[in-house]
T-cell receptor, first 115, second 118 residues
Framework: EPEVTQTPSHQVTQMGQEVILRCVPI?????FYWYRQILGQKVEFLVS????????KSEIFDDQFSVERPDGSNFTLKIRSTKLEDSAMYFC?????????????FGQGTRLTVV | AQKITQTQPGMFVQEKEAVTLDCTYD???????LFWYKQPSSGEMIFLIY??????QNATEGRYSLNFQKARKSANLVISASQLGDSAMYFC???????????????FGQGTTLQVKP
């Protein structure tokens, strides 16, 4: 069964460092998303990406964040200068072409710890 | 704006009994989808069940069923015959129909932690 793959599963970084979280969505999917979940809290939408551009972003997704789909398979989230409050689980998700009743397929998540 | 509310932070259920996890929502979209995801302690998000706003029947998937009451804007998850492996966090989520400015993003509730007792 096809799945969304995220790497790394866990990353520890120093405050102020740049991190890149990587995702390989399911190959025929067209819509890509990043979500964030601070420990013990709800899952929050960060950004959606379609047709090689950002289609929507939340207020969390400020200038420190960027997304890319550099080669048609990988989908990356970059945090330019990490802060302690960026510590969270980051989920990548993708959905197929517009199908009304299709769930978002989530990766297993990357747990980011900023120290 | 869309909003999902889960008012039960934690629930306990005896093994083999049924349990209902509450979810209410608010949206101005005429068409939308409602989802339930399970998040075990390992952290991954596991899709359980989907209900479309225009679906005539309540969704069912094995031991999971969705009690959809559109007029009351509720989409409660019913788990029958609880198992120890059902212990997890459960999230209700909503998505607007693609188009008309909707990008297919999911809006999540706060989650309910379910513990199944042996």
């Amino acid at each position: 069964e096809p799945e969304v793959t995220q790497t790394p599963s866990h990353q520890v970084t120093q405050m102020g460092q740049e991190v890149i979280l990587r995702c390989v969505p399911i190959s025929n999917h067209l819509y890509f998303y990043w979500y964030r979940q601070i420990l013990g809290q709800k899952v929050e939408f960060l950004v959606s990406f379609y047709n090689n551009e950002i289609s929507e972003k939340s207020e969390i997704f400020d200038d420190q964040f960027s997304v890319e789909r550099p080669d048609g398979s990988n989908f990356t989230l970059k945090i330019r200068s990490t802060k302690l409050e960026d510590s969270a689980m980051y989920f990548c998700a993708s959905t197929p072409p517009r199908e009304r009743n299709t769930e978002a397929f989530f990766g297993q998540g990357t747990r980011l710890t900023v120290v | 704006a869309q909003k999902i509310t889960q008012t039960q932070p934690g629930m306990f259920v005896q093994e083999k009994e049924a349990v209902t996890l509450d979810c209410t929502y608010d949206t101005s979209d005429p068409s939308y989808g409602l989802f339930w995801y399970k998040q075990p302690s390992s952290g991954e998000m596991i899709f359980l069940i989907y209900q479309g706003s225009y679906d005539q029947q309540n969704a069912t998937e094995g031991r999971y069923s969705l009690n959809f009451q559109k007029a009351r804007k509720s989409a409660n998850l019913v788990i029958s015959a609880s198992q120890l492996g059902d212990s997890a966090m459960y999230f209700c989520a909503m998505r607007g129909l693609y188009g008309s400015g909707n990008t297919g993003k999911l809006i999540f509730g706060q989650g309910t932690t379910l513990q199944v007792k042996p």
